[in-house]
């Protein structure tokens, strides 16, 4: 039996609703973080930022959890950015994944982190912790993003340094994409630090907002309804003590069906 017949009679046993993509590549960051691209099914369509449930059968049963896809909308392949976690019932063995296998994904995307339920200003900042970074890869390679908004700051904080490299490799390529970076031009800024280790920038992105450091180093005023946008994605503590500094700063949060300031949603976690 060849390898096509075998997916194919795979893909005839997954219930409706389901799609069953081909494993592209995997690269693996750390002992905590990876990144996979997997086939993009005919006919999925979704908005940059969106997320989409992903699983693998385990013990022929699917599992599966929320993953923001990495890729942009128009992208030929879909990507994702993931933790390992010891024992978590989905990566623990999702980490394991190699080229040509079969990765599970239902077909609704959904998701609060679009550019729809933003009401229109001149700079967006997306804050992100750790894997908080995977739905901004796909909004900053998003043309859209930049018809919208004259000036986008991504920051992005882990740990330790190698857990940026993800959103180093990222913006090195949109700058080496000819037509990317012709649209991105000079509006993209990146600013990444770090919590436990030393480097250039360090400290939670709450206390860089908190003492101005954040506009000062990017030579910006603070945070104003009027001129600024905000997403944020990371852990359920990070997000309710920046969404907190917005609130404080007089930002109003939005969602699809109402746009407005700000729009938050959890990390991946398990
Ligand atoms: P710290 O090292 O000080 O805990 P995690 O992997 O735990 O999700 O953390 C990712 C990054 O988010 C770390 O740099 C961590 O900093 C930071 N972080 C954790 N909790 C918060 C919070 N409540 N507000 C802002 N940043 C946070």
Redesign the pocket.
Known sequence: MNMQATTEEFAATLPAGVYGEKVLSVQHYTD?LFRFTMTRPDGFRFRSGEFAMIGLMVDGKPIYRAYSIASPSWAEELEFFS?KVPGGPLTQHLQNIQEGDIVLMRKKPTGTLVLDALTPAKRLYMFS????IAPFASLIREPETYEKFDEVILTH???EVA?LQYGFDLVSEIRNDELLSEIVGDKLTHYA????EPFERT?????LISSGKLFDDLGLPPLNPETDRGMIC?????????KALLEAAGMDEGANNKPSEFVIER?FVG
């Open positions: 905590r933790i912790t750790g894997t908080g904080t882990c740990r857990e630090t770090v919590t436990r400290g939670r992105i709450t206390d990371g852990s359920a503590a990070m997000l309710k003590d920046t990390a």
